[in-house]
């Protein structure tokens, strides 16, 4: 459980400073922009998820891989750690308040012989979403963040999880 809540801090490490890195100009059009299609795949250890086109990944470190859309505030962080979670929902919650998301928007999430809990919501002019994902013995966890959007590209990236 220790080395979950160390690489949940990590986690929000990176969605924080990955917001910085990535500042849209004060003088830009401030627009919603339209979200991009998933029509590529980002591959993570023995998983994979849908993605959007012309995504760049750094090299993966403890288990973490994360990936951003130049020119974009969309970023992909997913991890993948040995592990038993009993209560799921605890933890997804957990992970959320940590991430400033509200846990009570919690949604269970069934998909491709995965189960687990994801909210989405609002975090400034951003979406982020957050995901905890069982597979046996393996917690599967991906942060999205976008551009706020009609329509979310973060529970689609989720709902398409799916083994190598």
């Known amino acids: 459980m220790k080395k979950l809540l160390t690489i949940l801090a990590l986690l929000v ?15 830009s059009v401030a627009d919603t922009p339209a979200a991009p299609a998933l029509d590529s795949q980002f591959d993570f250890g023995a998983y994979k998820v849908s993605a959007p086109a012309g995504l760049m990944s750094t ?17 992909l962080v997913a991890m993948v750690v040995d592990g038993k ?26 998909a491709a012989g995965f189960d687990g809990h994801m909210v989405t919501d609002r975090r400034g002019d951003l979406l982020v979403t957050y995901a905890v994902l069982r597979d046996g013995n393996k917690l599967v966890t991906l942060v ?3 551009p706020e959007t009609l329509q979310p ?3 689609r990236v989720v709902q398409s999880l799916a083994r190598n």
Not at 13 to 27: F, M, N
Not at 59 to 75: D, E, I, K, V, W
Not at 88 to 107: M, V, W
């Open 59 to 75: 090299p993966p470190a403890n288990g973490t891989y994360q990936a951003m859309l130049p020119g974009t505030t969309f970023r």
């Open 13 to 27: 490490a990176v969605v924080v400073t990955g917001r910085a890195q990535t500042e849209i100009p004060a003088d």
């Open 144 to 146: 999205v963040t976008e």
């Open 85 to 110: 979670a009993r209560k799921l929902r605890d933890l997804a919650a957990n992970g959320a308040k940590s991430l400033r998301l509200d846990p009570d928007k919690l949604k269970e999430v069934r």
């Open 153 to 155: 590209l973060g529970p």
